[in-house]
């Protein structure tokens, strides 16, 4: 097997750096509190990250993963979600065990980091402050940095653009079929965490090009890609 030394590497937020479960599901519930419905909890909530805060909040409306809610009660729930989320977002959530060891490791080793993630920039910031892990990145893509969000392919491509390395030279860490369909796309190298937000799914199903359970893992699997 011939040795892959990446470019760059691209790192998920959500369920690949930090477990935010905690406080999208408080302010999925006090949301869902304030127009009167009754609140979600965490352990389905943990089903419904991944596609932006947008989609978070219409999955808590309608208490599922697919369909859509009524366009009027979206559009009353949305302001109060971000309100919520603008003072809520770093609160409750916590680096996985294993990340800051595992990404000084890539820092250690000489590799260039960035982070892409479907939170918007509002969001993401804050949290990556807060938790901190920002000084990893050179830079952050976010939900709204560009156009289209995960699993679109434009993101990523963005990024290596950004960095000046060709996409086939470039590896993500995510956690989500979101993240295997954009690395796919991107004809980036992917390789994904256990542990993650896949909507209840095992991750293995998407066939990432290696699964892990910690990013102390890296050591591991990184250079052993084909």
Same mark, same amino acid.
């Given at each position: 097997?011939?040795k892959?030394? !990446?470019?760059f @590497?691209?790192c998920?937020?959500d369920?690949?750096l930090?477990?935010?479960?905690p406080d999208?599901?408080?302010?999925g519930?006090?949301?869902?509190?304030?127009?009167?419905?009754?609140p979600?909890?965490?352990?389905?909530?943990?089903?419904w990250?991944?596609?932006?805060?947008?989609r978070?909040?219409?999955r808590?409306?309608i208490?599922?993963?697919?369909?859509?809610?009524?366009?009027?009660?979206?559009a009353?729930?949305l302001? @109060?979600?971000?309100?919520?989320?603008?003072?809520?977002?770093?609160?409750?959530?916590?680096?996985?065990?294993?990340?800051?060891?595992?990404?000084?490791?890539?820092?250690d080793?000489?590799?260039?980091?960035a982070?892409?993630?479907?939170?918007?920039?509002?969001?993401t910031?804050?949290?990556?402050?807060?938790?901190?892990?920002?000084?990893?990145?050179?830079?952050v893509?976010?939900?709204d940095?560009?156009?289209?969000?995960?699993? %679109? !392919?434009? !993101?990523?491509?963005?990024?290596?653009?950004?960095?000046?390395?060709?996409p086939?030279n470039a590896?993500? @860490?995510g956690?989500?079929?979101?993240?295997?369909?954009?690395?796919?796309?991107?004809n980036?190298?992917?390789?994904?965490?256990?542990?993650g937000?896949?909507?209840?799914?095992?991750?293995?199903?998407?066939? !990432?090009?290696?699964v892990i359970? %910690?990013? @102390?893992?890296?050591?591991?699997?990184?250079e052993r890609?084909?």
């Amino acid at each position: 097997m011939s040795k892959f030394k !990446p470019g760059f @590497i691209l790192c998920d937020l959500d369920g690949t750096l930090i477990d935010s479960v905690p406080d999208l599901a408080y302010c999925g519930d006090e949301m869902m509190k304030a127009l009167g419905l009754p609140p979600r909890g965490q352990e389905a909530s943990r089903h419904w990250v991944g596609n932006g805060v947008e989609r978070f909040c219409e999955r808590t409306l309608i208490n599922s993963v697919d369909g859509h809610a009524d366009a009027a009660l979206l559009a009353k729930a949305l302001p @109060i979600f971000k309100e919520l989320y603008l003072h809520n977002n770093a609160q409750r959530s916590c680096v996985y065990e294993g990340v800051t060891e595992g990404l000084t490791w890539l820092l250690d080793q000489g590799y260039r980091l960035a982070c892409v993630t479907n939170k918007a920039e509002a969001f993401t910031m804050p949290l990556l402050r807060d938790k901190r892990l920002l000084d990893y990145f050179e830079f952050v893509v976010s939900g709204d940095t560009c156009a289209e969000k995960k699993p %679109s !392919p434009m !993101p990523l491509l963005y990024a290596a653009e950004k960095m000046g390395v060709s996409p086939e030279n470039a590896l993500m @860490i995510g956690d989500s079929i979101s993240d295997v369909k954009a690395a796919r796309a991107a004809n980036f190298h992917i390789i994904c965490m256990s542990y993650g937000y896949n909507h209840g799914k095992d991750i293995r199903q998407a066939n !990432p090009d290696v699964v892990i359970d %910690s990013m @102390i893992e890296l050591s591991n699997h990184i250079e052993r890609l084909k």
